[in-house]
């Protein structure tokens, strides 16, 4: 799967970075581990594993900077995702990090 031209025309460049973060979705309270790869005010790539599960909306967790960016899944390619950031919430009550 190709990255889509709008992922590669953004309007900010994005800082490379290689933070530990964590995929939050509220059902089930489910997590699933990932590295920020590069990010900005309005988003990031990601690492993932290939079989791991990206919802469509999610919290991604990132202990470094104690914030979960509400984030919205804009493409995917293997193990890289795209993510368009919606705002910031506190770090959820039922995560343990």
Same mark, same amino acid.
């Given at each position: 799967?190709? +990255?889509?031209? &709008?992922?590669?025309? *953004?309007? /900010?460049?994005?800082?490379?970075? @290689? !933070? =530990?973060?964590? +995929? @939050?979705?509220? +059902?089930?309270?489910? &997590? #699933?581990?990932?590295?920020? *790869?590069?990010?900005? !005010?309005? =988003?990031? /790539? $990601?690492?993932?594993?290939?079989?791991?599960? #990206?919802?469509?909306? %999610? @919290? $991604?967790? #990132?202990?470094?900077?104690?914030?979960?960016?509400?984030?919205? $899944?804009?493409?995917?390619?293997? &193990?890289?995702?795209?993510?368009? %950031? =919606?705002?910031? &919430?506190? !770090?959820?009550?039922?995560?343990?990090?």
């Amino acid at each position: 799967m190709a +990255i889509p031209a &709008e992922a590669e025309s *953004r309007r /900010e460049h994005r800082q490379r970075v @290689l !933070k =530990g973060a964590s +995929i @939050l979705n509220g +059902i089930n309270n489910s &997590e #699933v581990a990932c590295m920020v *790869r590069n990010m900005n !005010k309005g =988003g990031a /790539e $990601l690492r993932v594993a290939m079989e791991s599960r #990206v919802p469509e909306e %999610f @919290l $991604l967790y #990132v202990p470094v900077d104690g914030v979960a960016y509400r984030a919205t $899944l804009v493409w995917r390619a293997g &193990e890289r995702v795209g993510v368009r %950031f =919606g705002g910031t &919430e506190p !770090k959820p009550h039922w995560h343990y990090g």
